[in-house]
């Protein structure tokens, strides 16, 4: 173990649980690569989802972000600020929002933070609508909207929260259903828990559950419930934290695979679009977002440098098609993980969309979950120079393929024949 670990033991709270039995310290990194402080170099199939969109250390958000620091860096909302005006065009505009107002955040977390304080003020009910399985964060409120338990450190919450079936299509009692019969049972679902509440302000939910595990509802789910909500005026919140920005190769937001439903009333995003620099925020129409009772705003929440990053890092994304990239590579790479899964009893499911891939291990010859192989491949992987993540239901038993969207497909088949060896290894 090293130095920094005990340091780090001594004086960080216990509950950030770090990755790997002897932490990893990584020091820098270059487009789909990083490299820890003892020189090894390791493919990232997992930072594309946490921080870096494109690109590791890309050069266009580098000159972006350190042009800025020699200028200026100062309160983001107590005056004009020009990268925040531009950023929140271009966001309103791929949004699918009619007349979409934006604003930014410092996290995820902050994100949903802000789209309850407006769901709430907006419906006058403190009663919210979240999903089984699902995570939307760290702070009072998003945790009280969390359904993960494992990732709920309190249960006191200032919200009333009820949870809808529908998040996690591959357990549980309608598990066996057909699409379309698991769509209508889980809308009966939801019918009948409305038949018994007070109404709510709205229903969170992520298109694509990420810490939950990869988990995906069948396309439409999304927009036979947004009937059943607009009957009753409750308004829809995509959080699109992981969903966003191409990742799942067939649309540019997670929302989109429920066609018809439309645009959601509140859109939040967070995580890699700044590429490292913490941008995170709410895109509402503008009845919705101007409802507050009084003035609102963010010291840090879109200042200059984030949003100069994030102008840089989205006009990368654009101009090089990162989401047919995401499609194209993760397709390959959907493709090729699931022959071997097909090989191997402990593989229960491979699954996901785009670069979004989620490998599910169960105890060979059974459906039990099993979070030790998960582990146990992680560290493997990570012996054979590939990062991964892990995640799902109430164990950790799913992994999580999330690289930077500019992957290639000589990358894709390095790290495929990484987590090959790494699952046989273990199983
Ligand atoms: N929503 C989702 C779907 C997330 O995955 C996360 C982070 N894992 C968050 C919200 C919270 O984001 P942050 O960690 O930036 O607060």
Redesign the pocket.
Known sequence: MSDLYDRHKAVLPEWLALYYKDPLEITHGEGRHVWDAHGKKYLDFFGGILTTMTAHALPEVTKAVSEQAGRIIHSSTLYLNRPMVELAERIAQLSGIPDARVFFTT????A?DTALLLATTYRRSNQILAMRNS????SFSAIGITGNRGWSPTSLSPLQTLYVHGGVRTRGPFAHLSDADFIAACVEDLRDLLGHTRPPAALIA?PIQ??GGFTSPPDGLYADFRDVLQERGILWIA?E??TGWGRTGDNFWGWQAHGRSGPPDILTF??GIGNGMSI?GVVARAEIMNCLDANSISTFGGTQITMAAGLANLTYLLEHDLQGNARRVGGLLMERLRAVGAQLPGVREVRGRGLMIGVELVRPGTDEADPDAAAAVLEAARDGGLLIGKGGGHNTSVLRIAPPLSLTVAEAEEGAAILEQALRDVQ
């Open positions: 996290s995820g977390t902050e949903n995570y939307h964060g760290r992520e990420g810490v959080d934290v992981q967070a995580k995170g």
